[in-house]
């Protein structure tokens, strides 16, 4: 059995030009894409696009009703803070009015 001779410089390159010829010849002998496959793929590109871009609206839709709920929210804690103290600096008297002004409106309700 004859020993392995190692390919010198020479082979080596005339071996990568081979392959590569090859590689572009077979690129080259490549068959075009059928239009209506491509056609049929934008389409569902597009598609896929449009359902990410309505994804996106209903999220940005959700997170401006969060914020406007948690404006509200803020808006109401403040207002009923607002009250409290309001409430906390009348006196004995005036606590009094208005817990008869309280009963006066529930009594002319009913009525």
Request: glycine share 0%; aromatic share 2%.
């Amino acid at each position: 059995m004859p020993r392995f001779k190692a390919p010198d410089f020479n082979e080596r390159t005339a071996a990568a030009a081979a392959a590569k010829q090859k590689a572009l010849d077979a690129l080259r002998n490549k068959p075009a894409p059928d239009p209506a496959v491509v056609a049929a793929r934008q389409a569902a590109q597009e598609a896929r696009d449009a359902a990410a871009a309505e994804r996106r609206a209903a999220r940005q839709a959700e997170a401006e009703a969060a914020a406007a709920a948690k404006a509200a929210k803020k808006a109401a804690e403040q207002e009923a803070a607002a009250a409290a103290a309001k409430r906390a600096s009348l006196t004995a008297a005036e606590l009094k009015a208005e817990r008869d002004a309280r009963y006066a409106a529930r009594k002319a309700r009913k009525r």
